[in-house]
Nanobody, 124 residues
């Protein structure tokens, strides 16, 4: 089974940028989607963005549209989340996950393989 590992988290000031990476231990087949999620202390985990692995179709939660960009490198089996114009409200533990998906748009739910997460903290 493929394992995922996030990296790229850290401490940044409001308005700054970070680029998260999600490296898979093996090949991510076509017909999968990769999603990014986040969980802040005391809050439920929430969907952030997702991308279809084959065609690159993307989906974002409204709060990050225009600031975050999800992408993937199918040759490297790595996904990315470019986060610009970060706000303190973006502070959270960020997870990547994958799921088999045959829908045109990647799903928001149902992901079944998760990484351990990478911490993002945005100072005001």
């Amino acid at each position: 089974q493929v394992q995922l590992a996030e990296s790229g988290g850290g401490l940044v000031q409001t308005g700054g940028s970070l680029r998260l990476s999600c490296a898979a231990s093996g090949r991510i087949s076509s017909g999968y989607a990769m999603g990014w999620f986040r969980q802040a202390p005391g809050k439920e985990r929430e969907f952030v963005a997702a991308i279809g692995w084959s065609w690159g179709n993307t989906l974002y939660v409204d709060s990050v549209k225009g600031r975050f960009t999800i992408s993937r490198d199918t040759d490297e089996n790595t996904g990315y989340l470019q986060m610009n114009n970060l706000e303190p409200e973006d502070s959270a533990l960020y997870y990547c996950a994958i799921v088999r998906s045959r829908t045109p748009l990647p799903p928001r739910h149902g992901y079944d393989t998760w990484g351990p997460g990478t911490q993002v903290f945005v100072s005001s």
